[in-house]
């Protein structure tokens, strides 16, 4: 089994900053992909950062320059940072990983339980 867990979500002023960070625990052999994504109410969920490993970090249009990912593949976590935030920002936001739990397994798609983050003044 694996798991995804959240934290550093809550309710933030406009302008202001949050952190959210992802740990990856279980039956881990190899993390392709960890990133985030995020679903806003009445709206699809969509990705918001995706870093593959020893790739690049993308990022959704609306937040670049505001939202910073990274990964710590010693550790099998991934942060975001959130800067200068927007009440459009308010969603819930998901952890996501691809990853494999053996050598001859196929890539399977895990997600956090999901964080809130609410921006409003």
């Known amino acids: 089994q694996v798991q995804l867990v959240e934290s550093g979500g809550g309710l933030v002023q406009p302008g202001g900053s949050l952190r959210l960070s992802c740990a990856a625990s279980g039956n881990i052999f190899i993390i392709s992909v960890m990133g985030w994504y995020r679903q806003a109410p009445g709206k699809q969920r969509e990705l918001v950062a995706s870093i593959p490993t020893g790739g690049s970090t993308n990022y959704v249009d609306s937040v670049k320059g505001r939202f910073t990912s990274s990964r710590d593949n010693t550790k099998n976590t991934v942060t975001l940072q959130m800067n200068s935030l927007k009440p459009a920002h308010t969603a819930v936001y998901y952890c996501?990983?691809?990853?494999?739990?053996?050598?001859?397994?196929?890539?399977?798609?895990?997600w956090g339980q999901g964080t809130q983050v609410t921006v409003s003044a």
């Open positions: 996501h990983a691809l990853l494999n739990s053996g050598r001859m397994l196929p890539s399977v798609a895990y």
